[in-house]
């Protein structure tokens, strides 16, 4: 390990630091004694940064004062780089072969990719940032891995709510909803210490189809006394199902249209992700 | 957006960008597009930050060359990091309080936590660079965070083995395995388009109990004709478990004791461990 590093060197680090400790607080005393550097040099190292950063259109560097100061590093994913992303998944959607047997699109390879949900993640965490959210919330399974890369981007913590009772979550609050893909009456399940209560969360699953999921999870969220206060879903199983909901849900695709006998989907970009990047029209 | 950004900022950008695309193989020719400089250019920047992340010990950045040629940047935890990071998180899983009915561990909070599993992700990616693993493995639901940070900073595809069958997986292989944590007879399924077969796979879980889920992931892997070749775990059940694998098993803790009338379980780093990383004796 070096003992003493150039400016240079620091700012390849430092940048490196911040985007893996995105969201999170970060001490300018720790920064300084950890990299054996005055406080000043690195507030220096900081506004550097920033302006790159922000030249960029890739992050903020947010300043805390208070006791012993502090800096927040926030990623932002820029409107062209979002929409030239977005449009590289639409088309990997909308391949040949996609469309399962019962309607259903595969989506798995994608979506477990960190690639793309680490994209996702940076656009949900861009979306949500104004909404100051407490927490993370998704329900296993599928939705697990951008719901992961949102509260990492965010520095958040995530909570998963799980279909069975586990002895490894201790006590739980348990309600029953009814699936929109299985229309059956099913469990939903949270343990007593996922949440403390009055925390404002962020709902993040991978489909939307009836709703039933975030009609539970709002329902379960309010045992804890919890508030659901944004919805992010990566595809919309229809445009009309938004409509439903008094929560302003955001999802990145609409599925259009899906046809089993020809295994052809066809998907547009939701125009509630279109409105906030100020793309001019729908694709 | 900035036309032209300088070298200062342009590192700084770059070794972002780098950090997100870590294990990704990064055309030197797409990034000096991107950046609106000459190729020449971006291969001094790159050798500026190779210097810098090889001098504080926290990456590599091995060029490729061939066709366009790139570069590929593998993170590395550094030994001190790693071991004073492990260092607290051992303190928080031996709070009081955390021994749930049934002698089981709550770990629920801090393994779902981006902060903590993010460095899950990079000591496994560190230890398991070596091994040119194709793919991430894990099998829902507790193991996914730390197996999708794995997989993130490897920049390998994730699989998720489900414990049922799903209509949107399409069609599954499944196998039948003993929990070690139930000691009932239970279900293990994958899509058929999860692996193209012949993968070599890297098995990542949160607990290791008796070994069934592992035992059973090796299995049905088999009918892929992919093979484990690296088990991570975080916590291990036992110090006794590791000897029933051919296969070895690096854990990041073991599970010494744990006293469900005080509520208090001891762990100790583990020897796969210590001993990757150098570090002088058990604590």
């Not at 680090?13 to 040099?41: F, H, M, N, P, W």
């Not at 969220?221 to 008094?246: C, D, H, M, T, W």
């Amino acid at each position: 390990m070096a003992s003493r590093l150039s400016r240079q060197e620091r700012l390849i680090i430092l940048s490196q630091e911040l985007i893996k400790r995105s969201g999170e607080l970060v001490s300018l005393d720790e920064l300084a004694e950890k990299y054996k550097i005055a406080r000043s040099t690195i507030s220096e190292d900081l506004s550097l940064i920033r302006e790159a950063v922000e030249a960029w259109g890739t992050g903020e560097v947010q300043s805390s004062s208070g006791v012993g100061g502090g800096i927040r590093f926030v990623p932002i994913i820029n409107s062209d780089e979002a929409k030239a992303f977005l449009q590289k998944v639409k088309e990997r959607l909308e391949e040949k072969g996609r469309v399962l047997p019962g309607g259903f699109l595969y989506t798995t390879d994608l979506f477990n990719h960190p690639s793309i949900t680490s994209k996702f993640g940076e656009i949900f965490a861009t979306v949500f940032s104004n909404l100051s959210p407490d927490v993370i919330v998704t329900m296993e399974t599928k939705g697990i891995p951008t719901a992961m890369m949102t509260a990492r981007y965010m520095g958040l913590p995530l909570v998963i709510i799980r279909r069975e009772n586990r002895p490894t979550e201790g006590p739980t609050v348990s309600i029953n909803y009814i699936s929109g893909s299985t229309q059956k009456v099913q469990l939903m399940t949270l343990g007593r210490k996922a949440l403390e209560g009055r925390e404002r969360a962020i709902f993040i699953d991978d489909f939307l189809r009836g709703g039933g999921t975030v009609r539970g999870a709002i329902a379960l969220l309010k045992e804890f006394n919890a508030q659901v206060v944004g919805v992010g879903i990566v595809i919309l199983g229809s445009p009309k199902v938004r409509e439903a909901f008094s929560i302003p849900i955001t999802s990145l695709f609409v599925l259009e249209s899906i046809n089993e006998l020809t295994s052809e989907a066809r998907l547009s970009f939701s125009d509630s992700i279109s409105e906030f990047f100020n793309w001019e029209g729908k694709e």
